[in-house]
């Protein structure tokens, strides 16, 4: 059973990675985890979510009425693409790298449709990380109280050859 | 000197996310952090905004300050220019982080005093590399001015010569590095070829 989750979990990480939608950085991130902080990439795509959601919202925004302005559309987008470049974003952050060119280029069509694309592929790596963190972070879980059993068997059977031993 | 320090270090960056990975990489590297958003939580901290300083409340020296460069309000090399330029705290080590690769950007820093410039995201190897760096520093004070110099140097010749770096094509903020960075880039690049 636990065999089989841990399978599951490296195959979807495999796909995420395969598919583009993460990058190394998101497996530098889970290396960075141990039995003290198992849920630290969880945590910090966490923070992740709730950056993105102001992230989202201000540029919708700053979207909807003229006069525009490139540079404060830029900036945000370019707050939002340092985030996704840090839990390993790889597509959204190339979705942020083509709205920085329309800020560039001051092309308010161009920035409306990849602001599109940017919240699509958010949208998309939010569900997948869900899933895959629905099965990894039970593997933690899972493991200790694997471990706890059988120390504890292994102390009772112990313990109770000790008595017969009459030590106890 | 020779004493196993745990160093004490300060990062500043106004991103969440970004906070909660060098305070994890720093924690795993066995140092002390104090992680603030900003330039000016950072100079408050450090006692240098008229307010109280902390410092003397839990008597935790300040052996590293890791800052981002783009920040609100206060950019990275503002904080870094203050920090330079108070007699107290000038000795403090100062790193930026960025996650362009600006070379205006990165030989502004080294000028003002910087002792490195870190490309995020930030990886492990990067901050036990400091760690080692300013471990070795803080024992050696008297040779520590010479090694600087030699070591910017050949840090600013690294960053100019990594030619597997893409830098950014456009850098839209109002200062004239923007504009001088394109042109800075080509005669750069004549250089080493």
């Known amino acids: ?80 693409k340092g985030s996704s470049s840090s839990i390993g974003a790889r597509r959204v952050k190339r979705q942020c790298s083509m709205f920085q060119e329309c800020c560039y280029a001051k092309n308010i069509e161009g ?46 059977i112990f313990s109770k050859k000790l008595f017969q031993a009459k030590l106890l | 000197m020779g004493m196993a320090q745990e160093l004490h270090v300060l990062a500043v960056d106004d991103s969440l996310v970004d906070r909660k990975v060098i305070e994890r990489l720093l924690k795993i590297s066995c140092c002390k952090v104090t992680a603030v958003e900003s330039g000016r939580r950072a100079l408050q901290y450090l006692g240098l905004d008229g307010e109280k300083s902390s410092m003397g409340i839990d008597g935790l020296k300040v052996n590293l300050i890791l800052t981002d460069y783009s920040m609100p309000g206060m950019t990275g090399y503002e904080l870094l220019k203050k920090i330079k330029e108070s007699s107290a705290l000038s000795k403090i080590p100062v790193v930026i982080m960025s996650s362009e690769k600006i070379l205006p950007r990165i030989d502004r820093c080294l000028e003002e005093g910087a002792e490195e410039f870190l490309l995020k995201p930030v990886k492990l190897s990067d901050v036990k590399r400091l760690r080692d760096f300013i471990l070795r520093g803080e024992g050696d004070d008297d040779k520590l001015t010479d090694k600087k110099i030699k070591e910017a140097c050949s840090r600013k010749r690294k960053f100019q010569d990594d030619s597997t770096t893409q830098v950014t094509a456009h850098d839209i903020e109002s200062s004239p590095e923007s504009s001088a960075s394109s042109e800075s880039q080509q005669q750069k690049q004549s250089k080493i070829g």
């Open chain 1, 111 to 156: 920035c409306r449709n990849t602001f599109q694309g940017v919240k699509q592929e958010y949208a998309t790596l939010k569900t997948k990380l869900e899933t895959y963190f629905q099965v990894s972070p039970s593997l933690n879980n899972s493991n200790k109280h694997l471990y706890a059993t059988t120390l504890f068997v292994c102390l009772n």
């Open chain 1, 1 to 80: 059973m636990e065999s089989q989750k841990k399978r599951q979990a490296a195959y979807m990480k495999k796909n995420l990675l395969d598919q583009g939608y993460l990058d190394e950085q998101f497996a530098h991130l889970e290396e960075l985890q141990d039995d003290a902080n198992p849920n630290f990439v969880e945590e910090v795509v966490k923070s992740f979510y709730t950056d993105s959601a102001r992230f989202i919202r201000n540029i919708e925004v700053a979207l909807e009425n003229g006069p525009y302005d490139f540079t404060k559309l830029d900036n945000m987008m370019y707050q939002f």
